[in-house]
Each structure stands twice: as C-alpha cells, then as structure tokens.
C-alpha cells in the first residue's frame, strides 16, 4: 500500500562515513512504496533523452563543449512535477533524470570520435551510415551499463562517505530541495540565482575573464616566458561548488598532482628544450624553446597525465578484484541455482539486476559487437572474422578495465577523463590492428569505431554510477534505474545519429566554415600517424606517468585522484582546492561539533546551487553563442586589460560570501 513520507531534509549521515555497523537509511525508506516507475516519469525521461542529445550534440560540436544534463534535467522534473493533477513523486523525478541524463553520456562517447570519420574522408572512401552510428553509442551505453552494475554496491553503499560524488549531490539536493520546499528550496533558489548571474557574466557578457592568471603581474609575467611557470585560476561559480562538495582531502591530492605537472614538468621540459634547437622532439609541431607553458603541458606533460590515469586504473582494478571475482562468481552460480525459500528477501533499495541476466547481457552484447565489426565494419578486408573478433576483444577489455576508472573519477571530482582514455584506446587499438595487418583507410575507420565504443562505455558508466548514487541517496530501486536507463540509452543514440548526421550535411566537420568538433579533429589528428608503421607513440611519457602513479600508491596518496590534477587542467584545479578550503573552515568554524555539521550542510546546498545555476546558464549561454544573440549584450571587458583582476576580486567576493553565508546556519535549521 503506498505511504506518503514526511517531508523533510537529507537524512542524518548521508554525506558522512558511518560508524562500524550502522546503515544509512535513505530519504524514502525501503520498506515504503511510492510511484517510481510510471507512464508520466518514463515518458518525461525519454523527452528529455531526445531534447538533450539533440541539444548537447549541436552545442558540443559547435563550441566544443558538452554540458551535464543531470542537473538541468532534474531541476525540469522538480518544476513541472505540480503542473500534474497528482504531484510526482521524488523518486518518480530520479526516474526522469535517470532516463534522461542518458543524452549528455551517448553524446559525449559520440562527438568525441565519430565526427573524425568524417573529417578523414572515410564515410565518402568507405561508407559509415545512421545505422553504424547508432550501434556504436547503442553497444558502448549498454557496455557501460552492464559493466558497470556489479560495482553498484561497492561504490555506493560499502564506500558511503568515503567518495563525496560531487555531481550526483547537486542534484539530489535539488530534488529534495523541490520536495521539501521551505527554507532548504530558498536557500538552494538563491544559490542558483547567484551562481548563475555570476557565470552569465563571464559566459556571455564577458565583464571579466573566466581565468584569472599571473601574467597580470609583471613578476608573473617574467616567471611564464622565462621559466614557463604560470598560476592559473578559473572563477566559475560552479568549479568552487564542486571543490566545496569533493572537501579539502581530495582537492589537495589533486592540486598536489597539477601542481607537479605545472610547476615541475613544463619548466623542467622548457629547460632542456632550450638546448635542443634544432630539432622538432616528440609529437610537436614547433621547437620546445617556441613553446608556452600551455603548449608544452598538451604536448607532452598530458600524456603523462593519461599514463598516470591507466596505472591507477590498473591499481584501482587490482585493487577491486575480489569485488570483482565475488560479483561475476555470485551471477555464474544464480544461472545454475533455484531461490529457495528459506533465502533471505533484499531490501527493495538494495535490489539490482540478477547478475546472471548482467553476464548473459554482456554475453549478448559482446557477440553483437563481433557481428557487428565482422559483417558490416570490416567485411571488405580479408579475414573479416578474425580481425572482428580483435576489435571484440580489444573494446570489451578495455572497457571492462576502465569502467571502474570512470566511476572511481566521477565519484572523486565529479569529472570523467574519458577523452585521455580515448586516446590511450585508440593508441592501443590502433597498434594491436596494425600487429594483426590492418592499416590505413579500414585501420583508422576500425579504429575510430572501437574508440566509439569505448568512449560511449567509459561516458556511461561514469555518469551512471551517479545515477545509482542519487537513488542510493533517496530510496529509489536499483534495479528499476538499471532496466530504464538501457532505453534512455536506445533513444539518445537514435537521436544523436541523427543529429551528426544533420550537421555534417549542413556545416560540416572540417574547413573554414565548419563546426569546432575539437576533440574529433584530436582523434583524427592522433589516428593519422598511428596507422602508418612507424609512427611515435610517446611511450616514455606515459611510463612516467605510470612511475608516478605506483610511487603515489606506495606511499599512500590516492593514485586517481594524483593523476586526474597531473591530466585535468590547472586553472579548474586551483579553484576545487579553494573550496575544499572553505568546507574546511566551514566545518571546523565552533566547537559545537551538531552546529558546525548544520554549518557545513548550509555550505552544501549553496555549492549545489552554484553547480546547478552555472549547468542551467551553460547551456543557455551556450544557445546565445550558437545563435549569435551574445553580440547584443557582450560588453568585451574579459579582453580588456582589468579582465583578469576584476575576475580575481569577484571570485573572491563569491568565496567569501560562500564561507560566511555557510556560517549563517543556526542551530536549530
């Protein structure tokens, strides 16, 4: 029979490790029932699958940039939730924004490679149709989906308090704000409002530069061109949230990591490049002694970066085995086991998808994907079959490998590195395709396919554990978010095809008047030479990478987070450290241990606000810059001189008011 819970704020715990023994207890407790799965909430879901692929597709591939459709999505479900003759309930909303921030996860895995196709040439020299697009975003969601549900527990339940899943608290803090309504829905509103406003001006009205750096000092500006050390800083609302949510132990590590890469790596390369003259070294365009700092981190301090990322995946791996062992064990023993009726029953917060339908899932995918690869990519070339069950075997491991890498990501910083892994893909498929005799037009067509995949899978099982961390949160079933999230996942690539197909017909991809694509043109510029043999690889950037990342895990920092600064850049790391710093303070701010805590909370739900307000005005700058409505209200001070110090003294303003707008919280709220 469905209850009607109290209305009320996040339970006591839900941002804290537990003491031994004790269990969270969700904001709907599992032993109550409330409409979840309904007609309106999946329909909604697949509305917004279909407006927000559409959206990010169009907006990512124009300026470069793919928003998180988490927050807008779940900030819509909350608004139109009175407009129904019976309100939706709260987990009837995590069931839209489940479905629905399928679109951002699709859209990412797709724009990063498959327009590369079409700059290479290839879909004129081989063919490449809606079909294949689809199936690639279709077979890398549903991998990341299915890769991803054994892990459920332990990110989510076993690791409670030990991640701070920054994203997914913006958004269930949203949700529950829109619940409860009151004093927690004001003060999230008027976060929302001010973060917003406050990235509006720098998106689109251009008062201040969105990165505030040294060279605005004359010692600063020394220090960049002589030595290539530079601070940078960006002042968005939204990263100083994030930093506030992930706390000050991860955004140290992290900061720690870019601050090796910043201000060790690039003056150490500068220093000896200045002595190479005459030579062109790695995969650079230019002499290291022409370069800035920035050119030399992308050039070679970032390949590094994506070395440390795969170690501490690998780490990370190891790690997790037993979870690993014991969850495919338990799924291999229910194929061959009857419920018996002594077996104690799951709670329904605790219910996931019965591992033996996860492994026949994989199965079925897997043989997809090789009938795929074997019968329609690779065909024409000789020996189809046994070049398709490569491509099979290369998606699947390496898929499998970095699952765990994209969720332990998202939980930590709330930003999945899925382009540095891209990248290591398409290098290792490239060179295990050229092993096996496969080179030019069908390598690098095989290739970009493969690295569709994966990046779709990676895309996917990052944003989901989200997902699953929300409904953890609130009381949703697991199992529900697991089967609906596959058809947010079947409509966002039917959407998605279709758009790239659209703009490749009326823009195109590359050229003058082209769309940016820029991390498509990125992978079309790496697959070139990979698929030609002797091509450099700069493996001994990434063995640093993977040194550093063992020497972090000997001495006890965690390696992911250590390696995602070295890879992520400075100016968005600098800002999370500030952040952690305030929820430092804010949470040690009186000796009364319960008013501090309520302090802290406050803090959150501001930081939540500023995620979601700069989520909604992203995109809406984003439409400004698309349809070229931002030349009526750009002002053009961000490329004046006082740019950078009124961006410093704003953002400065803005932590303050974080800070001491926390403290504000009585002992009694």
Known sequence: MSQTPEVKGMPAGAFEVLPAGKEYSPYIAADTVLPEVTFRSVVLGLIMAIVFSAAAAFLGLKIGQ?????IPIAIIAVGVAPLFKRKSTILENVIIQSIGAASGLVVAGAIFTLPALFILGLDQAIGFDLFKIFMVSFLGGALGILFLIPFRKYFVKEMHGHFPFPEATATTQVLVAGEKGGAQAKILVKSMIIGGVFDFLVHSVGAFNEVFTSRIFGLGKALADKSKIVFK?????????LGYIIGLKYTSIIAAGSLLSWFLLVPVIYYFGQYIPAEIVGNGTTLIS?????????????FIGIGAIAMAGIIGILKSSKIIVQAFGMGFRQMFR?????DAKVPRTQTDLSMKYV???LVVTILVIWVFFSFSVLQPVPQPLKLGLIATLTVFVISFLFTSVAARAIAIVGTNPVSGMTMMTLILSSLVLVAAGLTGQYGMYAALLIGGVVCTALSMSGGFITDLKIGYWLGSTPVKQQKFKMLGVVVSAMTVGLVIFLLNQTYGFSGSDALAAPQANAMAALIQPLMNPGAQVP???YGVGILTALIMEFIGVPPLAFALGMYIPLELNTP????????HMVSRSCKDKDWANKRYEKGILIASGFIAGGAIIGVFSAILKYFDFERFIHLGWAEKAQGEPIALVMFIALALYLYFD??????ED
Do not use: P, Q
């Open 359 to 361: 492994i026949l899932g």
């Open 576 to 583: 999370l450290v500030i952040g952690g710093l305030i929820a």
């Open 66 to 70: 793919v928003f998180e459709a988490a």
């Open 662 to 667: 926390s403290r504000r919280a009585g002992k």
């Open 290 to 302: 022409a370069m800035s700092a920035e050119e030399i981190f992308s050039t070679y301090v970032r």
């Open 338 to 342: 009857k419920t018996a009726a002594g």
């Open 539 to 541: 493996w001994l950037l």
């Open 233 to 241: 800083m960006d002042v968005l609302s939204a990263v100083m949230g």
